[in-house]
């Protein structure tokens, strides 16, 4: 299948790109930036071309993977998708329901397959985790730390504008709800509060009754660098293992997983874009509750 791919940075260079040259089934045909000059040296690095057009790359390939800041990556799978480009899309899906309605209509009007890139579900351990835990039923609760640090020298997601402006609740957020949701199901209410260095935490309510806690930050002391994830529970007490695979290889599944959804002709993702628009439905109700002080509502 040939993916354009729409995005310039560390993420895109040394995960989608990576992914997408070592997979037998993928070909990369073209890269898009919004600076030219850093677009035009990562399609140097894979042998591609470099297209000065959003539209121009669409036309040439058959499936787009995007690797830009959230409010800009809706739009281009909007154009995309109803171009009839199937989606590869990265956490989170968009900044604002409104944005996350319109890739999913666009998507549901064209039919085409669409999977949203929310790392540690791309994972055989994590997702095999989550799928056995699911299974197993009867959680009342679980409990979420992921403390990275981000603004250390040589990061190269330090200097990132989006990430600065909207912080860990939009950054990492996305992780800790793709974990969450699958197990407990989905969240009817959240009230959140910030916290020092960045820190923002979340009480959630889910519909069928569980209850959940993260907390976040991107500016944590590199010593208190901790991803942690436990349910409670009728079974007892389960920790979500650590990933092992690197972020490229990771992705490379997300590929196949998006290739068998095209080859079957289904729809049904469990991370698609209908699952991504749940996700920041989630995501802007915590940000009602920080700025409002009050428990937010999430439609269904």
């Known amino acids: 299948m040939r993916f354009g791919l729409f995005g310039t940075g560390h993420w895109a260079a040394e995960t989608h790109a990576a992914a997408l040259e070592a997979h037998p089934r993928a070909d990369l045909v073209g890269v898009w930036g919004r600076n030219p000059d850093k677009a035009a040296a990562l399609a140097t690095r894979y042998g591609v071309p470099a297209f000065d057009d959003v539209d121009s790359l669409i036309e040439a390939c058959e499936a787009v993977a995007v690797a830009l800041p959230p409010d800009v990556q809706a739009d281009i799978a909007v154009r995309a998708a109803t171009a009839g480009r199937h989606l590869l899309l990265d956490k989170p899906l968009a900044l604002t329901v409104a944005d996350a309605d319109r890739v999913v209509e666009a998507a549901t009007d064209s039919g085409v397959a669409s999977v949203v890139f929310f790392t540690g579900r791309y994972q055989p351990d994590v997702a095999g985790f989550i799928a056995a835990t699911a299974a197993a039923g009867g959680w009342h609760t ?38 969450l949701l699958p197990v407990l199901g989905r969240v009817a209410r959240v009230a959140a509060t910030d916290g020092p260095g960045g820190l923002v935490h979340l009480l959630l309510s889910h519909a069928d009754g569980a209850t959940s806690t993260v907390s976040l930050t991107l500016d944590a002391p590199p010593r208190s660098v901790a991803a942690e994830f436990v349910f409670y529970g009728e079974s007892g007490i389960e920790r979500l293992p650590n990933g092992g695979a690197s972020p490229a290889t990771a992705f490379g599944v997300a590929i196949d997983q998006l290739l068998a959804e095209v080859d079957a002709g289904t729809r049904d993702h469990r991370c698609d874009v209908r699952f991504g628009r749940e996700v920041v439905a989630v995501l802007a109700a915590a940000e009602a509750a920080r700025a409002q002080g009050t428990v937010v509502d999430v439609p269904a």
Do not use: C, N, T
């Not at 040589?154 to 793709?178: C, K, N, V």
């Open 142 to 179: 679980a409990s979420v730390i992921r403390f990275a640090s981000i603004f250390q020298p040589g990061s190269p997601y330090g200097q990132s504008p989006w990430r600065r402006e909207h912080g860990a609740l939009w950054d990492i957020g996305p992780h800790a709800l793709a974990v």
